[in-house]
């Protein structure tokens, strides 16, 4: 869904005065419908994308959907969750001190934080433009 997501708010970004239906994006990102309408429901939710019910309906980005990170649409929608969850069940290497769960935290936290350098508008940007 977080895929999905980015690459909607991508593909509005780069033409933001264009109303897109949610089957015109089903078809374009091969993303089956349904499971696309969820996605644009929790963009809409978040205030990313503007919904307009109707025959000359269909969605668009919002400001805020402009400038979001991706690192922000990651987190949003993904949760902050532990990379490894080292007590349900308990691992036996926490006793003895492992350092596993430190360092995939320490690069989930750099994954996020370059995501942070981007935001949506950034990265519907044509290459070299």
């Not at 307009?52 to 922000?72: D, F, K, N, P, W």
């Amino acid at each position: 869904a977080t895929d999905a997501a980015l690459r909607v708010l991508m593909v509005l970004a780069g033409e933001p005065d264009r109303q897109v239906t949610v089957r015109e994006l089903a078809e374009d990102l091969s993303v089956p419908r349904q499971h696309l309408a969820k996605v644009v429901q929790s963009l809409a939710r978040h205030e990313w994308v503007l919904t307009t019910r109707g025959r000359a309906g269909g969605l668009s980005i919002t400001e805020a959907g402009r400038t979001v990170t991706a690192g922000a649409v990651v987190r949003a929608l993904e949760g902050i969750t532990p990379v490894v969850n080292c007590y349900e069940p308990l691992c036996p290497l926490v006793a003895a001190g492992c350092r596993l769960q430190g360092l995939l935290g320490d690069a989930h936290t750099a994954f996020l934080r370059e995501l942070d350098t981007q935001t949506i508008a950034d990265l519907a940007r044509p290459p070299g433009s």
